[in-house]
């Protein structure tokens, strides 16, 4: 008989993340039924530390093993909720990859996700940092969060307000390991007009020979996109956008434009605030491409920080500060790292 969870020593974690940094886990517990979520949280090793959630380790850097036991969700149910004919009501359990969540739901007939598409890593994780791209963030069609309260010592359901999206945060970041994601529930329109209106879509799509796009004509080009920009983890280790896009006040925002006067601007987070582009000061400093050992910046994207072999996670996090250090100096502008640092503060 199953117990609903298994326990590992001594665990491997270089093939649990997209870095492929070498790092090992004191134990490491894969659950395939949140039922018996109490019974793990008592396990004598878990208990001691931690402990620390582990989805896809597509947005996470080892700086040093973690002392804690690392847990991993196993779950993979999708299950229909409600139909009102115009909006669709789906759990989908924490484990489930997130690439494949958003074509099963084209498939579905269901619109929401495809600018989403092709984003590593697991269901139970995109709440964390609002997955987002292309125009497009998750907590958009987020109905409700399922968790396990580890301060109240039980499962909660916070709905879409109490989640508190921003860009690439949320109250589960704020609050790192409070909350363990079981399911998210996603309420998805059967119907939305496409959004194109993001550089580089409606070139991909005229380059499909696509006039009036459907929505799974955009996931098709965000995934043409992505194949060709990003680089993929499976070929060179990287964690995709190693630096937010900064937001700054707007009198910050017009000082730097004053002295360089082609940075990228976008629409800040609210009102009074700019989103400046990480990528261009990064390569304005001269790091796109830049090598030092196997830890690199990639030659294709001056965000995405790369491990060509056997980078450590601290070289990686070094390299990182000097990139952050270079842009604050000539730009006056502080970066902050996308992926969380495990073992070390930024
Ligand atoms: C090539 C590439 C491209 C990428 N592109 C994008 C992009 O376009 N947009 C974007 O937003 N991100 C992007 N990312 C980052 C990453 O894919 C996402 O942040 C993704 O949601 C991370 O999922 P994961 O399962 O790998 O999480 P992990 O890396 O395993 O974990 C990330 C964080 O979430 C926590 N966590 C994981 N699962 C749970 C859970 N069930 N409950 C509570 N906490 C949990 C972890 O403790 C950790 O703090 C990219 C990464 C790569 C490698």
Redesign the pocket.
């Known amino acids: 008989m199953t117990r609903g969870w298994r326990l590992t020593a001594d665990a491997d974690l270089r093939s649990r993340n997209?870095f492929g940094i070498a790092a090992t886990a004191p134990w490491l517990v894969e659950v395939d039924d949140c039922g018996a979520l109490a019974e793990v949280l008592s396990l004598p090793q878990v208990r001691a530390a931690g402990p620390?959630?582990?989805?896809?380790?597509?947005?996470?850097l080892f700086a040093a093993n973690p002392k804690a036991a690392v847990l991993s969700?196993a779950t993979r149910r999708v299950e229909l909720l409600g139909d009102d004919g115009a909006t669709v009501l789906l759990h989908v359990d924490?484990g489930v990859p997130?690439h494949g969540l958003v074509m099963q739901t084209l498939d579905m007939g269901l619109a929401g996700l495809e600018n989403l598409a092709l984003?590593?890593?697991?269901v139970?994780?995109?709440p964390?940092?609002n997955?987002?791209?292309y125009g497009t963030e998750v907590g958009e069609f987020v109905d409700a969060v399922e968790a396990w309260d580890c301060e109240l010592g039980a499962p909660v359901r916070l709905d879409r307000a109490a989640c508190a999206f921003a860009y690439?945060d949320s109250l589960?970041k704020r609050v790192?390991d409070r909350?363990?994601?079981t399911a998210v529930r996603f309420a998805l329109p059967r119907r939305r007009q496409p959004k194109l209106d993001y550089a580089g879509i409606p070139e991909e799509l005229s380059a499909m020979g696509v006039a009036a796009a459907t929505c799974r004509d955009v996931a098709e080009a965000v995934i043409r996109i992505r194949q060709r920009k990003?680089p993929d983890?499976a070929v060179i280790g990287?964690?995709?956008?190693f630096f937010k896009n900064p937001i700054v006040a707007e009198e910050l925002a017009a000082q730097v434009l004053d002295q360089h006067p082609s940075l990228p601007l976008f629409r800040g987070d609210g009102p009074g605030t700019r989103k400046l582009s990480a990528a261009w000061m990064i390569e304005q400093c001269g790091w796109k491409g830049f090598r030092e050992g196997d830890a690199g910046v990639a030659a294709s994207h001056a965000l995405v920080l790369v491990n060509h072999g056997d980078a450590s996670g601290a070289q990686l996090l070094d390299l990182a500060r000097r990139i952050a250090g270079a842009v604050r100096q000539r730009f006056g502008v502080d970066l902050q790292p996308e992926p969380?640092i495990i073992g070390a503060q930024w």
Do not use: E, H, K, M
């Open positions: 997209t620390l959630l582990l989805g896809g380790g597509s947005n996470l969700f924490a997130w984003i590593p890593g697991t139970g994780a995109a964390i940092q997955i987002g791209a690439r589960f790192p909350y363990l994601v990003l983890p990287n964690a995709g956008s969380r």
